[in-house]
């Protein structure tokens, strides 16, 4: 994406000059920040994920979805987020029934 920088608009909080991203795909487009809904494959499984951040092309349509909110979302669905190293280490060394010893 290429960024072009205009005026300082009255109506920006921070005084500033604001960022406009060009759209790769066609030569008039500007990528605008919607929340639009992602769907992705987990398994056998089509996950969609609501109000997810991308970016959109106000021309042509084109999708960039935001690199920060793909990397939490994979960390989310991987299959160990949530549980604890320890309790995963301790689940693995647990002897089986087979390894105690029979009176």
């Known amino acids: 994406m290429t960024n072009m920088k205009i005026a300082p608009n009255n109506n920006e909080q921070d005084g ?3 960022s406009v991203t060009l759209c790769p795909e066609c030569p008039a487009g500007v990528m605008r920040l919607e ?3 992602y769907f992705t494959w987990l398994n056998d ?6 109000n997810f951040p991308a970016w959109v092309c106000d021309m042509c349509g084109r999708r960039e979805f935001d690199t920060h909110a793909i990397t939490w979302l994979n960390t989310l669905l991987q299959p160990s987020t949530g549980r604890s190293r320890k309790r995963m280490l301790r689940q693995k060394s647990k002897p089986t029934r087979a390894d105690r010893p029979q009176p």
């Open 45 to 50: 499984e089509l996950i969609t994920v609501p």
């Open 16 to 18: 500033g000059t604001a």
């Open 35 to 37: 929340f639009i809904t």
